[in-house]
């Protein structure tokens, strides 16, 4: 018996990229997406640019450790406002994922902001989606090398654009302007800008959705956040099946609303179809909207066969804004936003510590007189130097000692002093083993003037 031979069979088990071309559709969805990216984008570039009281009105100020904002001067002990401002921001993407879906990613996350504008740059050099698949798909020609180099240099310049705003996040942006202007830019502003510029090129341009497919974790666990009264965008199936087009549907009686025109395709960025339920990759854009709309306007037939809806809604229930999910995530959310303006505003320049001595509880000093020793730390948060007086309350008649014919303590912005001090009371008053005093801070002498700091300490006493 003869054997045959047979050929190994390649088999690939893994599914190459294909580019996606997104439509170019208008509507009132796009109204609004290209109107967020234009305020976003906005606010990123112009931001940096603008003065507050003689600096920069948003500042990282990584080398001398502050964030001015807009007056508003944070020290790294003032961290909490950064914890909270992290909290608030996860608490909100819980609360509008559950309300509206994916509002984040359709309108404000920056791949999106960001991927708009590389769109309109491909589109601007490269023509409409026909235009641009005809131009990859055709030889390299003078017509190609042109319009891709376009392409090319217009992303470059945004890219390194926008790195160059990052960092001017960090680093005062008009010094910033006159060091790469004179080609003296320092290594690590440099690296920044390169590395950030990349990371637009990269993510924008050339990854663009896989972005959102591959690499955002926030597309794999917000079905968590979803429930059946979630807005979010969908095909109605009742209404649009059984989907035909030419022929057959002009012979079938009662065919559905959908014309299978494949316009909700065409346009979608992630390229799936919105026909075959929610998807992960649905980044909400609501483009399909847009395009179905059109679609049903110019065949006579009611809008919204792909519309913003819920579950519930889809099939002929309630649908309920305010329930148990939504009411929690609103009083959380009011809660930190609440205690995150109380806690800015009722914020002191001065942060103070009060350390009792660990050697001895007490000294005598004379017949009537005994003192605990302290080490008391100051930190001035303000922006300008500042001078501090020590009082103690408590024990009748308390007196604090500072140093050698020192009676007030002054600090630089952001300097941590570090001074002991002697808290002096009469021995008939300073009568009980341990009590309780007030030691109090008061910033004299300049605008911030009347500001206190104050932290209680134990206060132990003389008896016999
Ligand atoms: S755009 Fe509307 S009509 Fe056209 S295929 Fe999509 S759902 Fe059907
Ligand atoms: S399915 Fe519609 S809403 Fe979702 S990403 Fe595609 S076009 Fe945008």
């Not at 989606?129 to 990859?136: A, F, G, H, V």
Request: charged share 20%; proline share 4%; hydrophobic share 45%.
């Amino acid at each position: 018996m003869s054997k045959q031979e047979t050929k190994p069979v390649e088999l690939s088990l893994y599914k190459a990229h294909e580019k996606i071309y997104p439509r170019e559709i208008k509507g009132r969805f796009q109204f609004k997406r290209k109107l967020a990216v234009f305020i976003l984008l906005g606010l990123f570039y112009f931001l940096p640019w603008i003065s507050w009281e003689g600096q920069q009105a948003i500042l990282f100020d990584l080398p001398q450790r502050r964030f001015h904002l807009f007056g508003l001067t944070l020290w790294p002990q003032d961290f909490i406002f950064l914890a909270l401002m992290l909290i608030i921001a996860a608490f909100s993407l819980f609360f509008f994922t559950a309300l509206a879906g994916r509002l984040w990613c359709g309108y404000a996350c920056p791949q999106t902001v960001w991927t708009e504008v590389f769109i309109w740059l491909e589109q601007l050099t490269e023509g409409n989606r026909n235009k641009r698949m005809k131009l990859d798909n055709g030889p390299w020609n003078s017509e190609k090398i042109i319009r891709k180099s376009s392409k090319q240099f217009l992303w470059i310049v945004f890219a390194l654009w926008t790195g160059f705003t990052f960092v001017g996040f960090f680093t005062p942006i008009k010094e910033l302007a006159a060091h790469v202007m004179s080609w003296t830019l320092g290594p690590w502003e440099g690296f920044w800008l390169f590395f950030y510029a990349l990371a637009t090129y990269g993510n924008a341009g050339f990854l663009r959705e896989q972005v959102c497919l591959y690499m955002c974790p926030y597309a794999r666990f917000q079905s968590a956040m979803f429930d059946k009264e979630t807005l979010i965008i969908s095909y109605d199936e009742a209404r649009g099946e059984p989907r035909m087009r030419g022929k057959k549907r002009r012979e079938t009686e009662a065919p559905g609303d959908c014309i299978d025109c494949t316009m909700c395709v065409q346009v979608c960025p992630t390229g799936i179809d919105i026909r075959d339920g929610l998807q992960y990759e649905c980044i909400g854009c609501a483009a399909c909207i847009d395009a179905c709309d059109e679609v049903m306007e110019k065949s006579g037939m009611p809008k919204g066969l792909i519309r913003y809806t819920t579950e519930n809604a889809l099939n002929g229930k309630p649908t309920h804004i305010f329930r148990p999910r939504t009411i929690i995530y609103m009083i959380i959310l009011l809660g930190l936003v609440s205690a995150f303006v109380l806690a800015l505003f009722g914020r002191s320049s001065i942060d103070m510590n009060v350390i009792h001595d660990r050697n001895s509880f007490y000294r005598i000093v004379d017949a009537n007189t005994i003192e605990n020793v302290y080490t008391l730390k100051i930190m001035n948060k303000g922006t300008t130097t500042a001078q501090y007086q020590v009082s103690a309350s408590g024990i009748e008649g308390l007196d604090v000692v500072l140093g050698m014919h020192e009676t007030v303590i002054a600090a630089e912005p952001g300097q941590l002093v570090i001074v002991p001090i002697k808290i002096q009371a009469d021995k008939q008053q300073a009568n009980k083993k341990i009590q309780t005093i007030e030691v109090t801070v008061n910033q004299v002498g300049d605008d911030n003037a009347g500001e206190a700091a104050s932290e209680k300490v134990k206060y132990f006493g003389y008896k016999k």
